[in-house]
């Protein structure tokens, strides 16, 4: 069993920054691909960013290229999302999930279905 638990929610203007961190349990973290995921108020659970075992590979939802960047630390079973330049509409609870699926493609890495584990969510708030 692989617990998730993000911190680093919070309140912040736009054009504001913040990070979030997930740590997870279990001794087999570094062969998980790692996603975030978002769930506005009255919308779908939304994927956000992932990354593979490694760290060598990371997708992102186009709304979000060029302002987040997702990172891992296998020593520390970590997975961390920065998130820059935030607009309202990043306003959502933020999860981090994470797969045993061992082929990370982008359709394993992007698609919720895929990945068996969650988080209980963080929320992010972003005022105009």
């Known amino acids: 069993q692989v617990q998730l638990v993000e911190s680093g929610g919070g309140l912040v203007k736009a054009g504001g920054s913040l990070t979030l961190s997930c740590a997870a349990s279990g001794r087999t973290f570094s062969t998980y691909g790692m996603g975030w995921f978002r769930q506005a108020p009255g919308k779908e659970r939304e994927f956000v960013a992932a990354?593979?075992?490694?760290?060598?590979?990371?997708y992102y939802v186009d709304s979000v290229k060029g302002r987040f960047t997702i990172s891992r630390d296998n020593a520390k079973n970590t997975v961390a999302l920065q998130m820059n330049s935030l607009k309202p509409e990043d306003t959502a609870v933020y999860y981090c999930?994470?797969?045993?699926?061992?082929?990370?493609?982008?359709?394993?890495?992007?698609?919720?279905?895929?990945?068996?584990?969650w988080g209980q969510g963080t929320q992010v708030t972003v005022s105009s």
């Open positions: 999930a994470a797969t045993t699926e061992p082929a990370h493609t982008r359709v394993v890495l992007t698609t919720a279905t895929y990945y068996n584990y």
């Open positions: 990354i593979s075992w490694s760290g060598g590979t990371q």
